[in-house]
């Protein structure tokens, strides 16, 4: 195989298995309302099938990216891919929501394993003049998913049913993994290290902490699993400075590229999962629209994405990424900050709108953002800056998630969400635009601060 079927082959794995994960969850996300009737679940089970999901992969992205790191980043990446694969055929079979809860964890734990050496493994095959390429070309792949999934889950929860979608992933899943069998080369450039099992577990206990804590807020022990959290973070930092093989090479974050990077991905997804929830119960629950028509409107945000995802790739290797980035965060801000204004009387024109321009702005800053990252450390340390990205990014999205639950608790309380609350409802749904708009406006300047 030359270095250029290499490549060839690795990108289209990356842009199948690209599409695959985004797929499944915005079509379960159409399908939420089918399976809280079901199942009788209420809106913070709803909530919490996306937060737990979230979780999980916040914890073990950087764990799994430093076991690429040591035992081969295209090994695990496979590995993975098995996993997410057999748990979404498992899901299909689900009798109650606690099954369900628990498949889609295992979901989440491949997931984990995928997404913590995709980008390194397309880092160590293209030259930096060609990375940008290449990541908008998987970003395009994410964006298919994202209009994809969102149209077939509208249509098959509504015609068949919610649980043929995880037939539908176990297909998709089968075919990626045969992809990725053909694919004979891996990198593995820290064999014989060791894994640092203390600083996972301690991140991953801060992690856990802090988020819950977060989450439940309205908890009389909340507040100590925060402070728990933050201390259990802070004797992290101090392992890390002292372990021969540490879990994350602290030195990274003297490069403001990758902190600042990574900060203005944690913000900007955080705008994007939560937005994506927000609009589907506005759209299902108070318009009163079905699952595929549903569907239809929340995939202009996602066309809007693949319109401009390989554009902005291009972009990002002809001029400075950073302005490219920046850019996509503006637009994301006025794309979410439009949404705020939407109401009975205006939510067709002003709804389209503010789904356009706020897909573009994710388009543009999905691409660039990877690609400064990434770009800014050794290729040694390029399956922990994949894996610590991916880990922010996630870790932005259960914050977000985080802060439209504990909106939606407060307002709603534990209830089923039925017309008798709707007024609670989209008074929870606006406030919850709002406070992502302000957070959205604060990456702005977040991603100005960079070298």
């Known amino acids: 195989m030359t270095y250029k079927d290499l490549k060839k082959d690795l990108l289209i794995v990356g842009i199948l298995v690209s599409f695959l994960t985004p797929f499944v969850r915005s079509s379960i996300n159409l399908a939420l309302p089918a399976i809280a009737n079901e199942f009788n679940s209420s809106a913070v089970f709803l909530t919490g099938i996306t937060t737990v999901y979230l979780l999980i992969n916040a914890i073990l992205y950087i764990p799994f990216g430093r076991i690429g790191d040591i035992y081969g980043r295209k090994r695990i990446f496979q590995y993975g891919l098995f996993i997410f694969t057999i748990s979404s055929f498992i899901s299909a079979f689900s009798i109650s929501e606690e099954m369900f809860m628990v498949t889609r964890i295992f979901q989440a734990i491949g997931n984990a394993m995928i997404f913590a050496n995709l980008n390194a493994m397309i880092s160590s095959a293209f030259p930096a003049s060609e990375r940008g390429r290449a990541f908008g070309l998987t970003a395009m792949g994410v964006f298919v998913g994202l209009v994809v999934g969102p149209i077939l889950g509208?249509?098959?929860?509504?015609?068949?049913?919610?649980?043929?979608?995880?037939?539908?992933?176990?297909?998709?899943?089968?075919?990626?993994?045969?992809?990725?069998?053909?694919?004979?080369?891996?990198?593995?450039?820290?064999?014989?290290?060791?894994?640092?099992?203390?600083?996972?577990?301690?991140?991953?206990?801060?992690?856990?902490?802090?988020?819950?804590?977060?989450?439940?807020?309205?908890?009389?022990?909340?507040?100590?699993?925060v402070i728990g959290g933050i201390i259990s973070l802070s004797i992290f930092y101090l392992v890390e400075k002292r372990v021969d093989f540490p879990l994350i090479n602290l030195d990274l974050f003297n490069s403001r590229n990758f902190t600042f990077g990574n900060i203005t991905a944690?913000?900007?997804?955080?705008?994007?999962?939560?937005?994506?929830?927000?609009?589907?119960?506005?759209?299902?629950?108070?318009?009163?629209?079905?699952?595929?028509?549903?569907?239809?409107?929340?995939?202009?945000?996602?066309?809007?994405?693949?319109?401009?995802?390989?554009?902005?790739?291009r972009l990002s290797d002809r001029i400075n990424p950073e302005n490219v980035s920046t850019a996509g965060m503006?637009?994301?801000?006025?794309?979410?900050?439009?949404?705020?204004?939407?109401?009975?009387?205006?939510?067709?024109?002003?709804?389209?709108?503010?789904?356009?321009?706020?897909?573009?702005?994710i388009g543009l800053f999905y691409s660039s953002n990877t690609k400064v990252v990434l770009s800014s450390v050794d290729k040694q340390y390029f399956g922990i800056a994949s894996a610590t990205l991916s880990n922010v990014r996630s870790m932005g999205q259960i914050f977000a998630m985080g802060i439209v639950m504990l909106i939606i608790s407060t307002l709603l309380g534990n209830a089923q969400i039925s017309p008798l609350n709707y007024p609670e409802l989209i008074i929870s749904l606006r406030t919850s635009l709002i406070a992502i708009a302000i957070l959205s406006a604060i990456g702005i300047f977040t991603s100005v601060f960079k070298d």
Request: aromatic content about 16%.
């Open 330 to 361: 503006v637009l994301t801000t006025i794309g979410v900050a439009i949404m705020t204004l939407i109401n009975f009387e205006n939510a067709l024109y002003v709804g389209g709108l503010s789904l356009i321009i706020f897909g573009a702005g």
């Open 266 to 313: 944690f913000i900007n997804y955080g705008a994007f999962v939560s937005v994506g929830f927000i609009i589907s119960l506005y759209l299902q629950y108070l318009k009163g629209y079905d699952p595929l028509t549903a569907g239809l409107i929340v995939s202009i945000q996602s066309i809007a994405m693949i319109i401009i995802s390989p554009f902005a790739g």
């Open 154 to 225: 509208g249509a098959i929860t509504g015609i068949i049913g919610w649980r043929t979608l995880f037939y539908l992933d176990t297909v998709i899943g089968i075919a990626a993994t045969f992809a990725i069998t053909r694919f004979k080369h891996d990198w593995i450039d820290a064999e014989g290290e060791k894994l640092d099992i203390l600083g996972s577990f301690l991140l991953g206990v801060s992690i856990i902490s802090i988020i819950y804590g977060f989450s439940n807020f309205t908890s009389k022990y909340s507040l100590f699993l």
